[in-house]
């Protein structure tokens, strides 16, 4: 919607407008502008089109989100590194459907600009894993899936990480 520097110069005003909100004896508003505030300084370090594609995401609405994705004009500027990542991120599973080699290149930039969960580094890695088991890059696959196995620490991915190591003992 704007520019990540446009947010904190509209949280930075509604911040002033706030104070002289409290100096002139509205409390109530003051402290409604200083809340309005930090939205706008929540929505700098998380992206509002990024936020609603994982919600589509989360209901499996793939079209959904790629349109939430397709609304984040140039990345490269708008968002800040994690949230290029992120980026990414969201991209390499939308892409994973149609295209392996576009949707690897997705998760390794991902897992290059960085992303703050470890089950999302998990589950690009695992991801990663799947893509190198179909191209026939056994080495890498058990690797990427080591890797995996370590960031899962709630084992929320210990039967997709179990599923991939049987199949690579095929291979």
Known sequence: MFNKNIKLVIAAL?????????????IGN??????????????????????????????????????????????????????????????GIMTSQTNLTQAEKYFKKALKLGLSMDYDVAMAKLSLA??????????EATMLLNEAKKLDKQNMLKDQIKMMQDQLKRI
């Open 130 to 139: 799947g893509i190198s088991m179909q191209k026939r890059r056994k080495r």
């Open 30 to 91: 003051g402290i409604a502008l200083i809340l309005l505030a930090g939205i706008f300084v929540f929505l700098y370090f998380r992206n509002e089109f990024i936020l609603l594609a994982f919600l589509r995401m989360r209901k499996q609405d793939f079209v959904g989100t790629d349109k939430w994705l397709n609304k984040i004009k140039n990345p490269q500027v708008a968002l800040t590194t994690k949230q290029q990542g992120y980026y990414n991120y969201l991209k």
């Open 14 to 26: 509604i911040f002033a407008y706030a104070i002289y909100q409290f100096v002139e004896g509205f």
